[in-house]
């Protein structure tokens, strides 16, 4: 069915630089079954909201676009803020990578500066 190829055709009509995130599943997890939700403040941050809508725990990359000094994370479950790991990508476009794992059901808010 077309709708099962979406990605695939969304990928090929958009250029990279319409994109301002990027995820990439590990192993078996759905990254179909991730949203995604992106803001960008007054003051040039990203926010990047994701939750695990499936069943499965979904582990993966989030490549945020931009050229970022800074990744928060927000826990919906604790109200922790706090700096999370990531590192520089390469390929032609600053970014940041950060390695989520998210439990089903589970979210977390991405702060960028």
């Known amino acids: 069915a077309p709708a099962d190829d979406f990605p695939a055709l969304l990928r090929g009509a958009l250029p990279d630089a319409c ?3 990027r995820v990439t599943a590990e192993g078996t997890s759905d990254a179909g079954m991730l949203l995604s939700h992106v803001r ?3 003051d040039g941050e990203k926010i990047v909201f994701l939750a695990n809508m499936g069943r ?3 582990s993966g990359t989030l490549a945020v676009f931009g050229p970022w000094a800074e990744v928060l994370a927000a826990r919906a479950e604790t109200g922790e803020i706090a700096p999370v790991p990531w590192t520089a ?3 032609g476009r600053p970014a940041a990578a ?3 794992r ?3 059901g589970k979210a ?3 702060v960028l500066r």
């Open 19 to 21: 994109r301002s995130v």
């Open 40 to 42: 960008r403040t007054e």
């Open 56 to 58: 499965e725990e979904f």
């Open 89 to 91: 990508e390469e390929g």
């Open 98 to 100: 950060i390695r989520t």
């Open 102 to 104: 998210l439990g089903p």
């Open 108 to 110: 977390v808010l991405y």
